[in-house]
């Protein structure tokens, strides 16, 4: 007897190497009472071959359409919103109330998310994932940071003119190269560890004030800057957009710590927003040449006013790198990483071998973006233009009741 399919198409996104399960959680997804159903060659850039899947007892379809047809829910990598080109092939065959996990960037993709609340999806984002305690195992934005972080530095050191550590040798003293993050989120604490690793001398910057200890914890110094930055964060934890006057401000007083930096590595995103200029033409321009910019927020337009999406950017001697999609670039561990965040929030919504949407749930209300062929995310259907729903989700007891048939 078949149980709910729980499907794991293969991904379609230019260059995405990653898969979104792993066969090495196959037990847990056993404990679950689901059935697995993978596309062929799913996993393969990313290290797991289709006998890997077929060992643990995963089925390989070979058949992508029937694969996203019947599953009860498909867990993916990237959604149609984050792969709005190439997703588009896929809506047919998406059926009514098909649960869909994934990174899908309901923030910005209306056109996705209404295609997808038109197939009848429920659809829920990983990158909508509440930042608060119970949800931390399952927070992939912040694992997938965390590969970021490490990435851009082992990039820097790669194409820095340079050796990162001080080093004593009979032909003299080696100076360390000098290293600034700019940010200090998942990725910027994982980039100034990674610099200390490697014997960078670290400083970074941040408009939280309150990180301070959390860069000094890692070996890094933290830059002062007196300016007003009490609200830099949301009731979500993650950062604010704050006014031009401030960015404006901060420029001038980051200029004078990037005519010492060999490393410029720069992290910060606002969600569903630009990301905000913060290294104009002219700050590059006090930079010396040989020195590097890495621009994490590339994606989201870059912090530095040079930054080209995926590509490397000489001024005057400066390299302004702005890579897309870093996690891709570590399939193996960013996709072990994301398959056990899937797998805890699975182990969160499925009751009694069924996935329950329980619409009073504070990570359930985060994640549910398409439900009943509406956009019904407060933060999303705002950011649309869309009126506020007056009318709020069922409770628990409603919920289980339906489940229940009664």
């Not at 970074?204 to 000094?216: F, L, M, T």
């Not at 321009?285 to 040989?290: H, N, T």
């Not at 912090?303 to 999406?309: A, I, P, Y």
């Amino acid at each position: 007897m078949i149980g709910m399919i729980v499907g794991v198409p293969k991904e379609t996104f230019p260059e995405e190497r990653r898969v979104a399960v792993v066969p090495t959680l196959a037990k847990s997804f056993e404990k679950l009472g689901v059935d697995v159903w993978v596309e062929s060659d799913c996993g393969l850039e990313a290290g797991f071959p289709d006998p890997a899947y077929k060992e643990v007892g995963f089925s390989v379809i070979s058949d992508r359409s029937r694969l996203l047809n019947k599953a009860d829910v498909l867990l993916q990598v990237r959604g149609l919103g984050a792969n709005p080109k190439m997703g588009e092939e896929d809506i047919p065959f998406f059926k009514k109330n098909q649960i869909q996990i994934g990174f899908l960037d309901p923030l910005t993709e209306k056109g996705s998310i209404d295609r997808l609340a038109g197939a009848g999806v429920i659809a829920m984002s990983m990158e909508m994932i509440p930042r608060i305690t119970r949800a931390q195992s399952m927070d992939a934005l912040s694992s997938m940071a965390t590969i970021a972080g490490y990435k851009s530095v082992v990039m820097a050191a790669n194409l820095l003119p340079r050796m990162f550590p001080m080093l004593m040798t009979a032909a003299g003293t080696v100076a360390p190269a000098r290293v600034f993050v700019i940010g200090v989120g998942v990725a910027g604490l994982q980039a100034i560890a990674t610099a200390k690793r490697l014997g960078a001398v670290v400083s970074a910057y941040d408009v939280r004030p309150a990180v301070k200890e959390q860069v000094q914890s890692v070996g890094a110094k933290f830059i002062e800057m007196e300016l007003e930055s009490d609200s830099s964060e949301d009731q979500g934890g993650y950062a604010k957009e704050l006014g031009e006057e401030f960015y404006r401000q901060q420029r001038e007083l980051m200029s004078e710590v990037l005519k010492d930096s060999d490393v410029v590595i720069t992290t910060a995103a606002i969600p569903g927003k630009k990301a905000p200029t913060l290294v104009t033409r002219e700050m590059v321009d006090v930079m010396s040449p040989g020195s590097l910019v890495i621009d994490l927020a590339a994606e989201r337009g870059g912090n530095c006013e040079l930054t080209r999406l995926n590509e490397t950017v000489l001024h005057e001697g400066v390299q302004i790198l702005g890579p897309g999609n870093l996690p891709s670039t570590v399939p193996f561990h960013a996709s072990q990483m994301y398959s056990k965040n899937l797998v805890t929030l699975m182990n969160h919504l499925v009751k009694n071998e069924e996935i329950v949407i329980d619409r009073q749930d504070e990570i359930t209300q985060g994640i549910l973006i398409t439900w009943d062929g509406d956009v019904v995310h407060p933060i999303v259907r705002e950011k649309h233009g869309l009126p506020p729903i007056e009318k709020p989700g069922p409770t628990k007891e409603e919920v289980e009741e339906k489940a229940d048939g009664s």
